[in-house]
């Protein structure tokens, strides 16, 4: 947001450098991104001075150009070779000396140097009124008042205006301050602390008057929750122009665009006080009647920018008797505005409810000054007072005269806040005491009223335009920046409370299995926790009913809080996949959140996704291959066992999501999940390739790694034998259920059970298919002998054969 440091000089009247301001600005919570100099003439005429033409002889060798002697305040008269028809000696006139920097009409620069025109030497250049940029007259030269002193600064005697302007980096809190007046207020706040007490200073409206009442609109409020308060009058016999100098200077000097006197007005004052307003062609509103309602969903309507738009039944409208005007608080209609041929006008100056403003800009991606400051909350007392300052305005600058009484529809008062401060809660959250007489000229100076003061703390009631201020803390915080943060000493004691803990770090956790998974290749990704709820029509593991929903979302696609992660990292998957990155690996740590009927729930995850080869291509590796389910489930595994986890089941999983896939489970608790996604839900996202997803439940990896105790044990110095069966089982079986089987039938020497070939085909009978396991076995005391191995394969053998019908090949 821009500051005019001349416009806030219109309500404070302070001589403090801009430097110094801005620092003061920043320590009260308005920061000062930065500052510029600015001139209502580009260059600010530095370089341009007072000349006295002493002569002007006709040039030898050119008939249209006369070679000047001219005094600039110099030891000596310089030469200029002149080409206007009307210079002549004895005139005083605007020089721009050798180094000056002057402006073409495309704003480009160029420099005034010395040099020779036809032979005759020139050391300066006599201006025009467009090269100088003061208008665009190019008939001739400027003559100036002859009482001037030749070497004058030019920027001295012409009408130009130089000014600070301010870059605040405004927080969406601070609504009170979206205005020079709500800066200047908060200024003043901060100069009665440096004892530089200073008073604010309010444009009056005493001399409003009503000329006549010949010109009444009927205005009515059909939605007194959207529109609380409205205001209008009307103003006749105006006259459309070109605004004077120093009101395009003050809306220049803050980026807008002049347009007219009527227009330029409603935007000085929004950006004066805060308070939007709206001028309509009065010709043009339909029988006289101004309606605030919202209208049928589907309705169309032409924006000043000529975009056709169509209508939310929750847009709220200004409306004649026939038609809509405009999209109220946030854009004009294109045939309801003021244009040069415009004669009288109805002034609109209204408070709408923020909320419902805030949903119409996003819902049709306009944002105006005006939208901005009503979506975020202006004051809803000066509705009145910033129409008639605006109606007084337009009075001057266009000679216009009021021909109505203002209308006030204000049912239901928006009331002040009421907020008690206690002093031992103020000293506690600042840390330190602040003298009880400082907290109240504090507040004081912010316009908060005390009610009343007791030993134990105050009573106040905060303005309607502090929407920011509603608890104690807020004044406590208020209390703060205008007090200064600086100001607060450091403590030389540094307290600490002693804390109780497992010494289990989540996030020490996380980072170790992120660093795992990014030695593996992966990249970490972060998606937002809204989401839309479409996503619950692809899965019936996705219920409805558990949304947790937004009560004003930004759009329907960010209206709920995630119900699971997978669809994010598809998210991130389909935009990679469209831009060529074939070979994709993402992890996100995040929560997923449920609303049940008795509470809501918030589940932390780890969630992978897989799509691609395993490695990108390279001369030194072998072949790269695609990722499968069986990859996905290896760095599943290898992260669970770095976790210490090794003891775990594996279920098949239930999940429409997923087109094959298991459940990872210690116990009854499910750790994690890992499958290949469905083709209906890769496709509802674009995407063609295969995905392998794999998502962790976290605080059940947390909690196991919280009660695993770990033993360690030296490396065994008898060598482990490795035996293999090739088993004949039904396809039914899986290999889970073959190593969970083996390893309760021997628990004593043996140690692992590997699966190396899988044959399903021909020369098979209908049905099955053929295991080829790996057996590890071992004895930490003693090395085994052949008779304890062909024991154990045998009653291995024999299990196999009882529990599974399996037989060797």
Known sequence: MKISYNWLKQFINTDWEAEKTGELLTDLGLEIEGIEEFSSVKGGLKGIVVGHVLSCEQHSNADRLKVTKVDVGGDEPIQIVCGAPNVAAGQKVPVATVGTTLYDNEGNPWQIKKGKIRGEVSEGMICAEDELGLGASHDGIMVLDN??????????????ENDTIFEIGLTPNRADAMSHWGVARDLR?????????????????????????????????????????????????????????????????????????????????????GQPLHAFDASKVSGNEIIVKTLEKGTKFTTLDGVERELHEEDLMICDAEKPLCIAGVFGGENSGVTNQTSSIFLESAYFNPVSIRKTAKRHALNTDASFRFERGIDPNITEYALKRAAILICELAGGIITSNITDIYPKKIEDHQVFLNYSKANSLIGTKIDKEIIKRILSSLEIKVNNVTETGIGMTIPAYRNDVTREADVIEDILRVYGYNNIEVSEKLNSSIVNTTGINDYELQNLLANQLI?????????????????????????????????????????????????????????????????????EFGKTYHSYSEKREEKNHLTLLLSGNTHEDNWAANPSKPSDFFFGKGIVMSLLERFGIN??????????LFAEGISIERGKTKLAVVGVLTKNVTKAFGIDSEIIVADFNWDALIASVS?????????????????????????????????NTALQTERSILKDVQLFDVYKGKNLPEGKKSYALSFALQDENKTLTDKQIDKTMQKLQQRFEKDFGASLR
């Open 147 to 160: 009482e001037l002193t030749p070497g004058t600064l030019a920027s001295e005697i012409l009408k130009i």
């Open 707 to 739: 009660t695993k105790n770990t033993i360690v044990k030296p490396i065994s110095k008898f060598p482990a034998v490795k035996r293999d069966f090739a088993l004949l089982i039904d396809e039914a079986v899986t290999f889970g259920d073959l190593k």
């Open 189 to 273: 706040a901060g100069l009665i602390q440096q004892d530089n007490p200073i008073e604010l200073i309010t444009p009056s409206t005493s001399n409003f008057n009503i000329e006549n009442r010949t010109l009444k609109m009927e205005v009515s409020v059909k939605n007194n929750e959207l529109a609380p308060r409205y205001c209008g009058v009307t103003i006749s016999e105006i006259v459309v122009q070109e605004s004077p100098d120093w009101l395009k200077n003050r809306l220049n000097a803050i980026g807008l665009t002049p347009i007219n006197n009527v227009v330029d007005v409603t935007n000085y004052v929004l950006h004066d006080l």
């Open 647 to 656: 003891k775990v089941s594996e279920k098949e999983l239930k999940d429409d």
């Open 519 to 587: 030695a593996q290749g992966f990249h970490e990704i972060l998606n937002n926790s809204l989401t839309s709820p479409k996503y619950a029509e692809l899965s019936e593991q996705i219920n409805e009913e558990h949304h947790v929903k937004m009560l004003n979302p930004l759009s329907n696609e960010l209206s709920v809080m995630r119900q699971s992660m997978i669809f994010g990292a598809l998210e991130v998957a389909a935009y990679n996949l469209n831009r060529k990155q074939s070979n994709i690996k993402i992890f």
